[in-house]
């Protein structure tokens, strides 16, 4: 028996994708592994490279944070997003590849999710203590229906932008995801094809370690909740999960967590405790757990059903629930 079956461990092993090149150890090269501080959180990254992997992450690294800082930061007064955000209505924006890819993204999802993922939310994120502005002092009210995604003026032909009036972007469901997307692509543009890449707790691996294994991800589950511990084999795959006591906010005797109800204008309350998600990009594996963790439990599982998507969801109960294409992988 080996030692994972005796501990009890939930492993999940996703199929092999990519080239088969992929899976071939370096056998030679240097293990390395750097971390530090962007986009208000930590960073990290692992891997096998030639002796320069670790100056080759970093680099990666820098550029893909000063990109998406520089185009998708809320917290960046000159962003694009920032500047979108404040426009008067009518402005037209032309937008770099990268944000309307973001965008683009975004709305696909909005569209597949009815509105559970919803990138327009900057106003009510803002209120609530999750954007640029200070917290809140008393509990804000609900807003109300604060779906505005349907609103943005979005032109994929030309790659412009029209703020129609009191639209805000939110980027924080999947702006980081798309940063390790693009250091993972950056890296492997540097010849450091095998290497395991994490921006708060959102993860992409490609190719495997020295030793041929995948890199494995733990999964955090909510706290108080009894659930054996849970890894991920990530070789060309991508990992985001999403919980309720991460960001978390208090104030006039209330407290609530980062996941807002489009429908209502409010956090999220009764709902899932915890959302993990599989995909081949970190980005979409970013913005479907922020969905998923949007919807009733049952509702999760069947929209992830229904596309054949890889979700782990922990109910309020804490009762682990998986979609059939995740428990194939167990």
């Given at each position: 028996m080996t030692a994972l079956a005796e501990a009890a461990i939930d492993v999940a092993v996703p199929p092999m994708v990519g080239r088969p090149q992929s899976f071939v150890p370096f056998a030679d090269g240097v293990d390395f592994a750097v971390e530090g501080e962007a986009i208000g959180t930590r960073w990290r990254i692992v891997g096998v490279a030639d002796g320069d992997g670790a100056s080759h992450a970093r680099r990666c690294m820098a550029r893909a944070i000063a990109l998406v800082t520089a185009q998708m930061s809320q917290w960046n007064p000159d962003s694009l997003l920032s500047r979108f955000n404040r426009a008067d209505p009518g402005t037209r924006f032309a937008m770099p590849p990268q944000f309307a890819l973001v965008l683009d993204c975004a709305l696909n999802i909005a569209r597949a999710t009815g509105g559970a993922f919803d990138p327009a939310l900057g106003r009510v994120s803002e209120a609530w203590g999750f954007g640029a502005a200070p917290p809140p002092v008393t509990m804000p009210a609900a807003a109300g229906d604060a779906s505005r995604w349907r609103a943005i003026l979005f032109d994929a032909q030309s790659d412009t932008i029209v703020q129609p009036g009191g639209v805000a972007l939110d980027f924080s469901a999947i702006a980081k995801g798309y940063a390790v997307d693009l250091a993972?692509?950056?890296?492997?543009?540097?010849?450091?094809?095998?290497?395991?890449?994490?921006?708060?707790?959102?993860l992409r691996g490609c190719g495997v370690r020295r030793d041929g294994q995948p890199w494995w991800a733990g999964i955090e589950d909510a706290p108080g909740i009894d659930a054996p511990p849970a890894r991920v084999a990530l070789s060309n795959w991508s990992l985001a999960t999403s919980g309720d006591w991460h960001r978390r906010r208090s104030a006039g005797g209330g407290d609530w967590s980062h996941t807002i109800a489009p429908t209502t204008g409010a956090p999220m309350r009764g709902g899932s405790r915890a959302a993990s998600v599989l995909h081949r990009d970190c980005m979409q594996a970013d913005a479907l757990a922020t969905a998923i963790m949007a919807m009733p439990p049952d509702a999760a599982v069947a929209f992830a059903d229904a596309r054949n998507l890889p979700a782990r969801v922990t109910d309020a109960g804490g009762t682990i629930r998986y979609s059939a294409a995740w428990r194939a992988m167990l």
């Open positions: 993972s692509i950056l890296l492997c543009r540097a010849g450091v094809t095998h290497h395991l890449v994490e921006i708060g707790g959102e």
